[in-house]
């Protein structure tokens, strides 16, 4: 999947496209979950991360997509600094 996409971007734009993968009470679920992962970590994501995160909790990538997804961003933002 990493060699379709030059950037994370357009591989995040790509998916977001996909139709839902899970259903509404597991979406409900996951943005619960993210929700009380912010509030315990005392953390507010910024507009990227949320949006990163919405590939998961909208069924948009399974696991293993959305890990390689990061891992390929985080990749290319070493090469920024």
Known sequence: ?????????TWRDD?????HS???V?????R????AHYEKEGVT??????ADHELFILGKMD??????????????NQGDT
């Open 1 to 9: 999947m990493v060699g379709k996409y030059k950037t994370a971007e």
């Open 63 to 76: 696991m293993q997509e959305y890990e390689q997804y990061l891992l390929f961003k985080h990749s290319q």
């Open 32 to 35: 619960k979950q993210a929700e």
């Open 22 to 24: 899970v259903s509404d």
């Open 26 to 30: 597991e979406i409900a679920s996951r």
């Open 45 to 50: 994501p910024d507009a990227d991360t949320l």
């Open 15 to 19: 998916a977001m496209q996909r139709e």
